[in-house]
Nanobody
């Protein structure tokens, strides 16, 4: 069974930086796209950024120019470098893999991690 495990969250002051990681495991052969989402208290889940296995990236307007998504295909890991953090970036950040190709017969779909808390506060 495919699992995604996030790490790297924490408390940071406004203007600071954090780097999130999300490692996938479970007989993985390839993951075409990996993405980050976030959910703040009382708000709907929001897409943050996505990256393909070839390295093409997309960002939500709210984080463009401040966040950078990257991945290591050999480690099945995606990263989110967050700079110039603002209080409104406070949320639980989750990674997602819409489709995962494994050693099993059929792909796994819509896999989510458990999330990591990011709190931006002075």
């Amino acid at each position: 069974q495919v699992q995604l495990v996030e790490s790297g969250g924490g408390l940071v002051q406004p203007g600071g930086s954090l780097r999130l990681s999300c490692a996938a495991s479970g007989g993985i052969r390839s993951i075409p796209t990996m993405a980050w989402y976030r959910q703040a208290p009382g708000k709907q889940r929001e897409w943050v950024a996505a990256i393909t296995s070839g390295g093409s990236t997309n960002y939500a307007d709210s984080v463009k120019g401040r966040f950078t998504i990257s991945r290591d295909n050999t480690k099945h890991t995606v990263y989110l470098q967050m700079n110039s953090l603002k209080s409104e970036d406070t949320a639980v950040y989750c990674c997602n893999a819409p489709e995962v190709h494994t050693t099993r017969l059929k792909p796994d779909y819509d896999i989510w991690g458990q999330g990591t808390q990011v709190t931006v506060s002075s």
